[in-house]
């Protein structure tokens, strides 16, 4: 009956050792998950943070390009218009050479 005895108190503190082992092992593994967890959500938090940060940028440049891409396209029709006005006086320009031309061979004409 001693040994019986012994044989079930020795059993119940093995098992008892054990489950408490464990216990406090998948207790310190769920502490760490968990601790995990927090860094992970906030990591998330600053990273949207960071997300919503770009995009304003990213839509502030979009609106300077916009405004840019008109801004360059005023100056391209400003350039147009400048070299057809060159054009033009370059035509302007031949023909009065022409006049001056001709009126140099009247007036040596003439003399």
């Known amino acids: 009956m001693n040994f019986l005895n012994w044989i079930v ?33 906030a990591t998330l938090e600053e990273a949207e943070i ?28 400003d350039i147009k218009a400048v070299k057809s006005r060159n054009s033009q006086y370059k035509i302007e320009n031949e023909q009065l050479r022409k006049k001056i031309k001709e009126l140099e061979n009247k007036i040596e004409a003439l003399l």
Do not use: A, H, W
């Open 9 to 41: 108190l020795t059993s119940f503190l093995l098992i008892v050792g054990t489950l408490l082992f464990k216990m406090y092992y998948y207790k310190n593994l769920y502490e760490k998950e968990s601790e995990y967890k927090k860094i992970l959500k």
């Open 50 to 77: 960071l997300i919503k940060k770009y995009q304003i940028q990213l839509q502030r440049s979009l609106g300077n390009l916009d405004i840019l891409n008109d801004e360059m396209n005023k100056l391209k029709n």
